[in-house]
């Protein structure tokens, strides 16, 4: 059980280091889209290497490489492309916890596209969230401009939707198979874009490759590897939660490589966030073990 944690924690880690990346890598000359197409590149060619090496199958239906598109080349895409935009306009920390409001925009989502009910519990933990980002962004301290939290709050809700859709693919889709898809996918859609923007391009310091294969391979092929063998061992719902805890490793990490800091006030607005939002994730577990008891009952 206690690897099954650390693994999470492991893959929790990595994915907070990918604001302190990106920050380096634009300090070194490094476009959003540049880095963003080499993460997803290098990160492709690692899975579909071992997809070779170790499954030896990694075909999938017509139907379901559709699905994959849709999550790799649109909306991680969209999700990556707002995220790293953000952590140029407000501190990294912020940017990490108001992508963890998207447990909340999934329950909402959920209401609407799958029928699925708002129980109080979830009511009250939207509103305790909302509690929790007022006063975050009511606090005085650090350089909070609108663009980077709008940017950020997009990057959460675009997030949700990926969950929705991607719940029902990976159902029948293996994870490492679907991250490979995904990752090729999202790296296509970078190159087009950047070749049809002008953002696209490989000028930058040799400092620069630093960041970029720290954002792949230690925030990407790392971390979603761990991850998914991290939830086998615990189950997802142990997994999101404990993932909860990457917003505040990336708090821990800004201060020490970026030297941005928080209030106390921010800090505790910041707990009541992701209180809310583990709030959601308990209660869905909860109504699953008791449709579960029901139908075997």
Request: hydrophobic share 55%; net charge positive; no cysteine.
């Amino acid at each position: 059980m206690w690897k099954g944690y650390s693994l999470v924690l492991l893959s929790a880690t990595g994915f907070a280091f990918i604001p302190i990346f990106a920050l380096y890598a634009y300090d070194n000359g490094v476009t959003v889209t540049t880095l963003l197409f080499l993460r997803f590149a290098l990160a492709a060619l690692f899975f579909f290497l071992y997809l070779w090496l170790k499954e030896k199958n990694w075909k999938v239906s017509r139907s379901h490489l559709l699905y994959l598109f849709l999550l790799g080349g649109i909306f991680y895409m969209m999700q990556s492309s707002f995220y790293f935009q953000a952590v140029k306009y407000i501190p990294s920390s912020l940017a990490a916890l108001l992508l963890y409001l998207n447990p909340i925009f999934v329950a909402i989502f959920s209401f609407f596209i799958n029928k699925e009910k708002l129980t109080k519990h979830i009511i009250i933990a939207i509103l305790i969230s909302f509690l929790g980002m007022l006063l975050v962004l009511g606090a005085p301290e650090g350089k909070i401009q609108p663009l980077g939290i709008a940017l950020a709050v997009g990057a959460a809700i675009v997030y949700s939707m990926y969950i929705i859709v991607g719940n029902k693919v990976t159902a029948h889709v293996p994870p490492i198979t679907a991250s490979a898809y995904i990752a090729l996918f999202a790296a296509l859609s970078f190159f087009v874009f950047g070749i049809g923007s002008g953002t696209l391009h490989f000028q930058f310091d040799a400092k620069g490759w630093l960041p970029i294969i720290g954002t792949s391979f230690v925030s990407s092929v790392l971390a979603m590897l761990t991850f998914f063998a991290g939830m086998n061992i615990i189950g997802p719902t142990k997994a999101a939660i404990l993932s909860m805890i990457e917003p505040i490793v990336t708090f821990l990490l800004s201060m020490v490589f970026l030297h941005e800091s928080i209030s106390s006030l921010q800090m505790i607005g910041g707990l009541i966030v992701l209180s809310g939002a583990m709030l959601v994730v308990t209660t869905k577990e909860l109504k699953l073990k008791k449709k579960s008891t029901s139908i075997s009952a």
